[in-house]
């Protein structure tokens, strides 16, 4: 995993998130203008090497203001960087950024067919506390996971 940087995106990352997102979803995809606004507006972690534009994964994180959660609105590694530990890392990202915002909770939504994405998740301490029928775009489920956090860093 050395090698790696993990990095706010910005705006000309835009065409090689859109591309890595056609390649991970099927379905309730970003356009380049929803990558647009939520790099201006939201936390967009992307993983890189240096010298290198190629992106090998991202992850989209929401939160409302005077909010004790944030959500992870998408998450992704390319198929190519997986098996090298970044979806872990990332998450280890994402968990830091939602600490120092003195949130408690981080929750998302994932395909219930998605089963090494659930499995991820539950591996890293989420747990499911409901359901969605027809989800997705496509018709998909939903499984909502939330995740407890304390502010020393460690897992409630």
Not at 2 to 29: M, N
Not at 140 to 151: P, Q, T, V, Y
């Amino acid at each position: 995993m050395s090698g790696y940087l993990f990095a706010p995106a910005c705006e000309t990352d835009i065409d090689r998130l859109a591309a890595l997102e056609v390649d991970l979803f099927h379905t309730d995809l970003c356009s380049k203008r929803n990558f647009r606004y939520l790099i201006r507006h939201a936390c967009v972690i992307v993983i890189k090497r240096p010298g290198d534009s190629a992106i090998f994964g991202y992850a989209i994180l929401l939160g409302r203001k005077n909010s004790r959660k944030m959500r992870i609105y998408s998450f992704g590694i390319a198929a190519g960087a997986r098996g090298k530990g970044l979806a872990t890392r990332l998450l280890a990202v994402l968990e830091e950024i939602v600490r120092k915002r003195t949130c408690h909770m981080l929750t998302l939504e994932v395909s219930d067919g998605n089963t090494a994405a659930i499995a991820f998740y539950r591996k890293n301490g989420f747990v499911q506390y409901g359901f969605r029928l027809g989800y997705y775009e496509d018709g998909g489920h939903a499984i909502l996971m939330r995740k407890h956090l304390d502010m020393s860093g460690q897992e409630q």
